[in-house]
Every structure is written in C-alpha cells, then in structure tokens.
C-alpha cells in the first residue's frame, strides 16, 4: 500500500528541517530551573525598544481588519532610511520569507542556489525546498572563499546566497572583495547579500545598499529580528532592483506581515538610541566572552555579529547538554559541520558570566 508520505515531492522529502533554538519554556517544563539564559538564537537580550510595546497596544483593536498588504507606513520609512524607492522594497515574514520567496521566483528543478561552507542553515531548506540543486562551496577561514564561488557558478546557477557578517560563523566580507564580486558574476545571476547583522558592524563595514543601483542582479536582505528586537514579530525585507522587487512581490502572500508587527517595526526603527545602546552593549560582552575563553584556553571565531563560535576541542554535544542542565541555552552547530564547535550569542553581562561560569564547570566536570 502507499504510504501518503510517499507521495511527497522528493525534494521536499529529503530536507532536512531548520532545528530552532531551545526556548525558555521548554527548559523550564523539563527541568525546572528558575535561572535560565538563552543565549542561542541571536536575538537582542534587552528585549524591543519601550517604544516598540506602545506602537503595539495602539493596534490591539484593530486586528479584525486584514493589515496594509503593501505596507505603506513601513516601506515609507524603510525607503527615507535607504534611500531607495517604495517600488525597490519587498517585505517579509521576517528575512526568512524573503528568502523562500526569492527561491520560488528564480529557483526550481534543473536550477541551482549557491552558498558557502558553514553558510545560513536556511539557504539549503530554501533551495531543495523548490527542487532545485544546492551548490555548496568550501568556506575559507571559515568564511566565504568569493573565488572559488564564481569559479563554481555555471550554466544553472540562479541564485548566490552571501550572509555578511555570516551566521554562524561571524565573518564578514571587505568592501572590494564584495565589489569584484560584484562586477565579475554574470548578469543572470542573483546575488543575495544577507544583513541581518549588519548594525552590530562598524562604520566602515559595507552596507549592500551602495551596489543597488549599479547591480540590477543585487539583492540586500534585512531584518528586524536581531539588534531590532523583534524576533518573535517576523518582520524582514528586501532591497534590490524595482524589476525584481516587483517579481518577488508577485509570490509574496498578500498579507504576509501582520499590523501589530507593522506597527513595531515602524516603531522600532524610530528609535536610534535604543538600538545604538544595544550595539554597545554588544560590544562590552563580547569583549566579556573572548576574556573568558581566553581564560579557559579556548580558540574561537572572530565574531563581528551578535554572536560567538567558540572551539570546545572536543565533541561539543555532551558539553551542550551539561549547560543546558545548568539553565544555559546555546546553540550546537554539529549540523553545520562543525561538532566541536558551539555557537554563543551575546547576552546581558549576567547572562554572559552565567555561561561563562557554566562553561567554566563543564569543561572542568
Ligand atoms: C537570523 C538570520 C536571519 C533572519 O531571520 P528572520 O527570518 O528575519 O528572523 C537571516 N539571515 C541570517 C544569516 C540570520 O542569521
């Protein structure tokens, strides 16, 4: 007899799916723990912007109406921020929808979606997930090796995934290798550049938007989930050509960003202190957390995100399970291929120096 998973598209029956952080909750429920930092899923530990929670309430009793499915309030402060017209800007339920809806409209069977080694465990899922072919290239240092990419890109290549700062690894591109990049892949294939960290960088760090409007082929990628705060809210978007935005807008689910996280987004970008204070804070932890590793005599990542991949020098998942035992939540990144590896984000000093203190037991038990 047939089994009706049988049935499924094959592309689709071979995926892997995405593994999530552990939420607070779930620990709790399982062992009880009172004291609990999450410190696995990059998200802002000071929480939205105050400001973020008053733009909400005043949605709060306007939700039998569908939202704004262009989202005019939000695209108009997105365009004045980037300097790029509404018709270049194409909202999604959060970065990651952006990112399915970029595959569905260039990707497919006989295509292929390019990315690198220790790249965004999303790509793959939105690759296979529309039956086209994952071109996997070796990282160098970790990092994105943009030679050898182009040296790989051929006849079915449609779409190249580039995450700067990477995720989650935290290495980031230069201004001139991502411009001869730029310049040397061919006209027909589209480059995504994924900043979904980029306000953790400095100044000089290249901002995508500058390639616009030379690169019809560009696409940048943002979100509001990680220095905004709004993780839970989805809220992402992207830049790129009006010809492509008008492409992606097609497949776009016409209301596929809700009003409260309208609301929270418009609200969030307002507030410049909020999100400079975050940065900072950033800073100083990870300063904390490479002092500590320095300490135990532990190698990590540079990070320039949000977040830090340290090297345990031994199989990371039993070391995994021992902080989760003591209430510290981290992200394992065996399926990145990386299994001695973990991925800690930056939390509040306290938060921080629980992990530390947790990690310091561990590798001592
Ligand atoms: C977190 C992250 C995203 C953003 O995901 P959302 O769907 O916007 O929450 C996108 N790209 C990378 C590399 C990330 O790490």
Redesign the pocket.
Known sequence: MAHITDQANACVAALHPYQPGKPVSELQRELGLTRISKLA??ENPLGPSPLVAEAIRGELTETARYPDGNGFALKTALAAKHGVELSQITL??????V?DIIARVFLGPERSGMFSQYG?A?YPISIQAVGANAQVIPAKDYGHDLDAMLAQIDDSTRVVFI?NP??PTGTSLGVDAIDRFLHAVPDGVVVVL?E??IEYTDSDFPDGTRWLANHPNLIV?R????AYGL?SM???YALSSAAIADLLNRVRQPFNVNSIALAAACAALCDADFLSESVALNTQGMAQFEAGFSKLGLDWIPSVGNFITVDLGRDAAPLFDALLALGVIVRPVGNYGLPNHLRISIGTEEENAHCIEALTTVLAG
Do not use: C, I, P
């Open positions: 899923s990059n999604g339920n959060g970065s990651n929808d990112l965004f999303v995450a990477n995720n994924d979904a960290y990628t979100t509001f989930s990680k993780a989805r809220v992402g």
